[in-house]
């Protein structure tokens, strides 16, 4: 398996340093998880345009980037035509439109958290929550330890899937599933067995 | 040196709805040089030999101990003291970068986190491996790869250490650097190769064929003795 | 050289605290795979040329390979890594912001389908012999697709989106041709796994 540098694989975070860059991980946590329970409160569409124009202010203010914002919708516009086609023919205008705009408060409000908080932050705030679990069997090193492996797998694998790939069009399988799929996984279970006999080999998985 | 010693020792794989397959069939040696090799075909039984040396492997019959401990038994501590190098770094380091696969070697023996980065810090120096140490394992070449897994696997101090045929995967240039580092280390190494070359760097050779040790001496003998056991001229034309 | 097993002869048994090395290392490399199928470019099939992705085949096969709990844990770490930013949700996304869309329902059904199938799975292993394992596998995962899978797909779809029964169900149905075949392919594929690694899971299973 070749290793190719995993490029763009931070997406998620812009760097800053704006107030939302600074606001404590938890409040913005609390934020996304109000924003959810909103979608189900607010039966308003205006309240939920309201609501939507602050995210949207919040997002400009943490400089952002328009840019990115504008990209991210792109994804969900298809989802938000066709939603709204379909409701506002079955259910009327009104609630038409308060369905989309709630599902983009969700989508904004989820957005501001990932792109404030740098992935390695968020990963171990993740492990801290899981510090509390302890007692019931959590080991927050191992899961540590099982995150780091899974991310330095993620190029790995992907080298062979390219390689898995080029290997079936080269003998004209490229239509065939199993080509594609049978070698990767067996290749990813020696990978990770190898990986496993290496972590055995050096004691890091022998608890305390 | 730590004194090595492998007793009628026998390792049994059981394969579903066929006969057990046996690996290594009542191997007995004691290994005190301080650079010991071993060669011998694909499936001849040497990684197993070298697994048994950490407790990767636990020998079916026998027994095989370091320095007095079982492998079995002492599992845990002879782990500590055997340091282990496999063929492809890539899946012995599992951190993204240098520097924190060597602080993850390291997180036992030192209580906090700034004693814990300056071992690293001097680990890696002392490979010249500084200024690699933040890249992304990824990005750096093969010998650059097989230094750092030494440097993570040297970091706690191991008594011995085992390579499974440390060159397969290099170039000359980085095989070439690679002897040359082991050839500094303090260690008792025990290796595996395909590479006669490296194997003549060492103070005495063993041939695995067949499961079982078919000889045991001097590298340059050991190296004929292999040559001709694979058919080939005991020397090599010039 | 490839003996990769330890083997347990002459009642060598150690208790076993938490999961070894190896089993920590297959949760992690199997979340990767999940991670890697979900952003890779489907495989065009047959003559329509009809791209399907492989998120939920790796999903399925992750199951068949590891068992319960191991497949659970891997598609839970995968789960994490993925609400936590890293771009690995199928089309590139991330974060929390999937749990708004359309998609939630298939999202969280993978955790609870991974888990019921890798029990199945074991059933399958202890129950028969390895020439009749490609059906039952197939059986199994069949089975959980339609239940688990596509169960909270719909479910998702009519909270998320505000659909009706009806229209949820429909929108759902476009993904069953597809996956038909991949429960196809990973019931084959699984059953390869398990005659190469034999002690993957069917070791485990039959010792336990």
Known sequence: ?208 | MSRIELDGVTVAVSLEDRPDKVVLDGVSATLTERRVGIIGANGSGKSTLLRLLNGLVEPTAGTVSIGGMDTVRDGRAVRRQVGFVFTDPLSQLVMPTGREDVELSLRRSHRSRSERAAAAQSVLDRFGLGTLADQSVYELSGGERQLMALAAVLAVDPEVLVLDEPSTLLDLRNRDLLRRTVSGLDQQVIFSTHDLELALDAERVLVVDGGRIAFDGSPAAGVAYYRELCGLPARPRA | MSQKTAPHGQGISRPRRTWDAQSLALVAVFAALIAVSAIVPGIPVGSFGVPITLQTLAVVLTALVLGGTRAAAAVGLYLIVAFAGLPIFSGGRAGLQILAGGSAGYVVSFLVGAYVLGVLAELVIRRFAAARRVLWFFIASLLVSVVIIHGFGVLGMMINLKLSWNAAFVADLAYYPGDILKDLVAAVAASAVHRAFPDVLVRRVKRA
Not at chain 1, 54 to 80: D, F, K, Q, T
Not at chain 1, 145 to 167: H, K, N, Q, T
Not at chain 1, 180 to 199: D, N, Q
């Open chain 1, 1 to 208: 398996m070749r290793g190719r540098p995993a490029g763009g694989i931070l997406a998620g975070y812009v760097p800053g340093s704006s107030w939302l860059h600074r606001a404590p991980l938890w409040g913005k946590f609390l934020g996304v998880v109000a924003a959810g329970a909103a979608s189900c409160f607010l039966l308003d569409w205006k309240a939920s345009g309201a609501v939507l124009l602050v995210l949207v202010a919040a997002w400009g203010s943490a400089r952002l980037g328009w840019r990115r914002l504008a990209g991210s919708g792109r994804l969900m516009l298809p989802l938000c035509a066709v939603l709204g086609a379909f409701q506002w023919w079955q259910l009327g205008p009104a609630t038409a439109a308060r369905i989309v705009l709630n599902l983009l408060v969700c989508f904004v409000a989820a957005g501001l958290l990932t792109a404030t908080v740098p992935l390695r932050e968020l990963l171990d705030a993740v492990a801290r929550l899981a510090h509390p679990l302890r007692r019931w069997g959590a080991d927050p090193e191992r899961f540590a330890l099982a995150l780091a492996i899974m991310l330095r797998s993620i190029p790995v694998l992907a080298a062979s899937f390219d390689e898995v790939g080029d290997a079936a069009r080269a003998r004209g399988l490229e239509r065939s599933v199993r080509a594609r799929a049978l070698p990767v996984v067996l290749s990813a279970v020696a990978y990770g067995r190898r990986t496993g006999e290496a972590l055995a080999a050096r004691g890091l998985a022998d608890g305390d």
